[in-house]
């Protein structure tokens, strides 16, 4: 089989490898498509130690659906050509290979495979080109949950990247009544508003004034301000907590699901008095993976609009290199033959 193997800053180099044998209690996967994560950019970009761990000599990739193509015979609970999710946590049987379960390798051994567990099956209604961006949304429906979203609140998303949009999307499938979404990029705010988002190009418009016209206004211990109860990071800039700290109003909740290793200080009796939330995310649970099939399955968005680019495994450094090219790419996939 064809793999790609990581062998450290901008270098990766597409190799014959031995076909997975699949044991007696072992399934292999075929992987249809995957998509490029962040991380993948962050540690071809910037060597070992800047995303996911990723070993040099390894494989990596971990965004991807697949489908059955041997099963050992003391399997009873999957049959060859069934179409699956390999969840990354679990799915090599090693919670440190979650980011490098070998998304980018046509062929993948899963060792003792659970249904829900390390393989969820994919529903026939979902295409297999959105289904390969099932792990992302689950990171940002996870994000999405983790606000406590109420029926008829409004959030703001910070950050038009697929988990920023998954999100957004995720916090509607709540409940949420109004959503926004703002970036630097009007490529990527383009897309959004194709799927239904108001959106706030933080080049170009004032965010305060564009927020309180379409999200109303509240009180903040400051005075009036934008009526936001959610504001959820999904791009890691310092300002976005700065304004949340300094705009958001009474009982707000801040939501940090982007990678962001920044020191912050904090105003503890300001939180205090506004009695406002902070609140991590990161990763995600199995409830996330029932919520996001879900989600696909409606067909209430069009996902598949976040799939701008699409490459053969041969062109994965090219599909890297779109992939961090925020103003002519959002989701960047690999077709696998």
Known sequence: ???????????????????????????VIKNLYSSICGTDVAVYRHGPGTGHKIDIGGEFGHETVSCIAAVGKNVSDFKVGERVYPYPLFAKGDTKRAGTIGGFSEYIL??????????????????????CLIEPFTVGCRAAR?????QNEKAVVFGCGTIGIAAA?????FGVEKVMIC?????????????????????????????KAYLGEAYSLKGRTA???IMLDA???????????????????????AVNKAIRELDMLHLTYSQKSIIGSGGYMPEDVSDVLNIMKSGRWDIEKLITHEYPLSQLEAAICKSSDVNEALNVTIKFD
């Not at 060792?111 to 529903?123: A, F, G, I, Q």
């Not at 983790?146 to 109420?150: A, E, G, I, L, Q």
């Not at 999307?169 to 499938?173: N, V």
């Not at 304004?243 to 909740?253: A, L, P, T, V, W």
Request: proline share 5%; net charge negative; charged share 30%.
């Open 1 to 27: 089989m064809k793999a790609a193997i990581y062998l450290g800053k901008e270098n990766i180099e597409i190799r014959e490898m031995p076909m997975p044998v699949c044991g007696d209690n072992d399934v």
């Open 110 to 131: 899963i060792p003792e495979p659970k249904r829900n567990y390390s393989l969820y099956s994919v529903d026939d209604s979902i295409p297999d080109r959105i289904a």
């Open 146 to 150: 983790r606000s406590n979203p109420k």
């Open 169 to 173: 999307i995720a916090l509607k499938y």
């Open 183 to 211: 970036d630097y990029s009007a490529f990527r705010l383009n897309i959004a508003e194709q799927l239904g988002f108001e959106i706030c190009n933080m080049e170009t418009d004032d965010f305060t004034t564009k927020a």
């Open 227 to 229: 009526d936001i109860d």
């Open 235 to 257: 791009a890691g800039a310092e300002s976005v907590f700065s304004n949340f700290m300094e705009f958001g109003k009474i009982e707000s909740r801040f939501i940090s699901v």
